[in-house]
């Protein structure tokens, strides 16, 4: 059997279970239901066995799908790190904002979030919510920006694109892990240290009752590529500024996902053991298309790219009070649709100042309530890459290169439309220049500069091994026939 098959066969089979019953789940919680949302960096969209890997199991993600939802068409913000993160945070196109066009940071200590813009964190902890981040920030530097100014009341963590798992020293061998923040020194394997971090944050708010959101941000499967076992690794590695050009094979990132499956595990069981299961909303993702060694099936493109290879993530969410078991959907979903759905689901509302740009998810989740068509945007490095989405159709660009695609019926993105469907291409890229008149400029940059620092490592660690980019960017095979 083809994991097409294997994925089809699944949703229609859990679509069965769910039919008839639905209704039942869709009555509001008693008390604001507990958020745990736990964000994977870098995870391809079938890097999990729920979404299709071949080669190993993911029991404890896979025990999220079932208990809840599985989205078949969910996207990231960007093709990047920081950007998604920022959007995440704040429900709105990063473009919004001057971190959004920074992606990679280039260290600038004047670019960052914003303490003063309304955050996820912020606008639960107004509502009453207990707010902690465990694991990856990369959202600016100190003094001026950090996860304590954003509002999370608890973090233990990094701040940096990228550490060493086991000596946690980030790019030009810089120390970076943190408890508030305060600088911390801490043996082990930092997947490990924060599992256990998030089970420590389960178990006290579970004793003082109060409702909370625990953003767990795991590293893993990150370059450099360690696993629990590679502390040789770690120190090799060490010299190299963790860029690990000729490090990693795919049994080092089996064993990075199988940890964080494992560290995931605990959480859940941790809140099965304080009696939270039922009225705790779990969300799994990524911040973006999987790098060196990820599956992207059934996509062509990785990270940093817009193909979909570089935005599909999986997705999956369960919240057993109002969410029926073993379903799929094929409602698209970005990650800024966490903002308003999460804020819903709490009762609470976003800032009248800071409007989302994502959409709330819950008729989706708790309902029947059929897809609706989106018109989501995408645009990186300039005018390097475009694109849009609208209904089932993509529009493209890449340099001088455009495109139109039917990513539901050609997800490899290999039929170029826009001769045969001309006005609809012209109709999509006109789209796409109204919605880019409502964003911040786009950085003008020559893709020929110097990169140093963590900018050049966090974009390029796995993937250059000379001082300089390359700005080729992989084309689509239409493309590179032309």
């Not at 799908?65 to 995440?88: D, E």
């Amino acid at each position: 059997m083809t994991r097409r098959e294997l994925l089809c066969n699944t949703a229609f089979g859990t679509a069965a279970l769910a039919a008839g019953g639905i209704g039942a789940y869709a009555q509001p919680a008693s008390k604001p239901p507990n958020i745990i949302f736990i964000l994977a960096d870098d995870l391809g969209y079938a890097d999990v066995s729920c979404y299709g890997r071949r080669d190993f199991t993911t029991p404890n993600i896979d025990h999220i799908a079932t208990r809840g939802m599985r989205f078949l068409q969910g996207y990231a913000n960007s093709a990047v790190c920081s950007a998604t993160r920022l959007a995440l945070i704040t429900g709105r196109y990063q473009y919004r904002l001057r971190l959004g066009l920074e992606e990679p940071l280039s260290g600038n200590p004047e670019v960052g979030l914003p303490p003063e813009h309304p955050t996820l964190p912020s606008l639960l902890k107004r509502a009453g919510y207990g707010t902690s981040l465990i694991g990856k920030w990369h959202l600016g530097a100190l003094p001026k920006f950090g996860p304590l100014k954003s509002g999370y009341d608890h973090f233990f963590g990094f701040r940096a694109s990228a550490v060493d798992y086991f000596s946690h020293i980030k790019p030009l061998q810089r120390h970076d892990l943190w408890d508030q923040d305060v600088e911390i020194h801490q043996v082990g394997y930092l997947t490990d240290q924060l599992g256990a971090r998030a089970v420590d944050a389960v178990n006290s708010y579970a004793k003082s009752g109060q409702p909370f959101l625990i953003s767990l941000h795991f590293n893993a499967p990150h370059w450099p590529w360690e696993g629990p076992g590679d502390e040789a690794e770690s120190t090799r590695v060490a010299g190299t500024a963790l860029r690990d050009f000729d490090g990693g094979t795919q049994k080092t990132y089996q064993h990075m996902i199988e940890a964080m499956d494992a560290q995931i595990g605990r959480v859940l069981e941790a809140l099965d053991a304080s009696g939270l299961t039922e009225n705790t909303i779990v969300i799994f993702t990524s911040d973006n298309g999987g790098e060196r060694f990820a599956d992207t099936w059934p996509f062509t493109g990785k990270k940093s790219d817009l193909l979909e290879g570089g935005l599909r993530i999986p997705m999956v969410i369960a919240w057993p009070a109002r969410i029926a078991p073993g379903r799929t959907t094929d409602q698209v979903a970005i990650s800024m649709d966490w903002l308003p759905t999460l804020l819903a689901a709490a009762g609470a509302a976003p800032d009248p100042g800071y409007p989302p740009d994502g959409m709330n998810l819950l008729p989706a989740l708790t309902g029947n309530a059929a897809a609706v068509d989106r018109k989501l945007f995408w645009r990186y490095k300039g005018k390097w890459q475009r694109a849009a989405r609208i209904g089932d159709y993509k529009f493209l660009k890449i340099l001088d290169n455009t495109f139109l695609f039917n990513v539901v019926e050609d997800p490899l993105e290999r039929a170029n439309l826009k001769e045969r469907h001309e006005d609809l291409y012209n109709r999509l890229a006109a789209e796409w220049q109204a919605w880019n008149t409502s964003m911040l400029p786009e950085i003008a940059e020559s893709f020929t500069r110097s990169f140093t620092g963590d900018e050049l490592a966090d974009h390029y660690g796995s993937q250059k091994a000379s001082p300089a980019p390359d700005p080729t960017i992989p084309l689509p095979p239409a493309a590179q026939s032309r």
